[in-house]
Each structure stands twice: as structure tokens, then as C-alpha cells.
């Protein structure tokens, strides 16, 4: 059974950086991509970023392109997401996905790509 569990979140001003972890178990970490998602109160879920399998591709919504950035290391199973110069509107629930096929050539936006979901760490940007 595949387990992500996030940490890292929490309360921070305007202008700050936090940085997200997630660990992953029960599948061999280094064959999928990884995503992380956030989900603000009243919205729906949104795409921030992803990684290959490999670590070599990446990919960022416009929304945080520049600010934030995904990197994993695959000795240590985590998946990382500094995020910095941060806004009141990146203000959510941020959650950590594994793809759901392995070895793809082309990273997703779409949730459906993706079939395991941690359980969610709470980001509050205050200004």
C-alpha cells in the first residue's frame, strides 16, 4: 500500500518561504512522477508542480512559476517543494501525489494522472 505523508506547513508572512516534504513508501519511489496539488477553502483542487521520475523534467503552474521549486531526491524516497516569496493567495491545502503510471514521458497537470494522494499539510500565507 502506497503511503505520502507531507509535512512542512504551516504560518508564515507575506514575502516568506516554507519548504514541503513528503515521504513515500510501498511503491519503488524512483519509477513515478510526482506532483504536488493545493486546494484553497471554496475552490477546487489546482496543479502546482511536478517532477520526473528521474528528477530531470519539471513542470509549474504560471501561478508559482519562478517562486517555487520541485526537486526529489530518490535515495531518501521525498519529494520536495520550496516555496518561496510567498503570497496570501497561495494560501491552502497543499497535498503530495504519485503519478499513476510509471516511467511516463510527459509530465500531467490533470489529477487523474495520479492515484495516490497524501493526506494534506496546511500552508497560511498572512499579509
Known amino acids: 500500500q502506497v503511503q505520502l505523508v507531507e509535512s512542512g506547513g504551516g504560518l508564515v508572512q507575506a514575502g516568506g518561504s516554507l519548504r514541503l516534504s513528503c515521504a513515500a513508501s510501498?511503491?519503488?519511489?524512483?519509477?513515478?512522477?510526482m506532483g504536488w496539488f493545493r486546494q484553497a477553502p471554496g475552490k477546487e483542487r489546482q496543479f502546482v508542480t511536478a517532477?520526473?521520475?528521474?528528477?530531470?523534467?519539471?513542470y509549474y503552474a504560471d501561478s508559482v512559476k519562478g517562486r517555487f521549486t520541485i526537486s526529489r531526491d530518490n535515495a531518501k524516497n521525498t519529494v520536495y517543494l520550496q516555496m518561496n516569496s510567498l503570497k496570501p493567495e497561495d494560501t491552502a491545502v497543499y497535498y503530495c501525489t504519485q503519478r499513476r503510471r510509471r516511467y511516463t514521458a510527459q509530465l500531467s497537470h490533470d489529477s487523474y494522472e495520479y492515484d495516490y494522494w497524501g493526506q494534506g499539510t496546511q500552508v497560511t500565507v498572512s499579509s
Open positions: 517532477i520526473s521520475w528521474s528528477g530531470s523534467r519539471t
Open positions: 510501498g511503491r519503488t519511489f524512483s519509477e513515478y512522477d
